[in-house]
Nanobody, 124 residues
Framework: QVQLVESGGGLVQAGDSLRLSCAAS????????MGWFRQAPGKEREFVAA????????RYADSVKGRFTISKDTAKNTVYLQMNSLKPEDTAVYYC?????????????????WGQGTQVTVSS
């Protein structure tokens, strides 16, 4: 099993920045890809970004390209999501996810473990 704990959410104004963290524990060596998803009220969960533990290859949703950066600290088993130039439409619960697979997928069904989520609210 892998446990994921997100932190760093909060209430900010449009244009501000936030950095989310996801600390992984347990059988982390079995995972190959870490991702961030988000879910706004009344909407489906959507992909935000993902990164591979080995090599650090990344993938982003078009809606966050140029504003968000995903990174990792392998020694700490921690993944980060730096969010800049935040917009009200970025308001959502942000979830960290871990995949056992080898494809950096944007589909949530490819991810095997999930955190509890952290709320990000961006006011206009």
């Amino acid at each position: 099993q892998v446990q994921l704990v997100e932190s760093g959410g909060g209430l900010v104004q449009a244009g501000d920045s936030l950095r989310l963290s996801c600390a992984a524990s347990g059988r982390t060596f079995s995972t190959s890809i870490m991702g961030w998803f988000r879910q706004a009220p009344g909407k489906e969960r959507e992909f935000v970004a993902a990164i591979t533990w080995i090599g650090g290859s990344t993938r982003y949703a078009d809606s966050v390209k140029g504003r968000f950066t995903i990174s990792k600290d392998t020694a700490k088993n921690t993944v980060y999501l730096q969010m800049n130039s935040l917009k009200p439409e970025d308001t959502a619960v942000y979830y960290c996810a871990a995949s056992l697979g080898s494809v950096v997928s944007m589909r949530s069904e490819y991810y095997n473990y999930w955190g509890q989520g952290t709320q990000v609210t961006v006011s206009s």
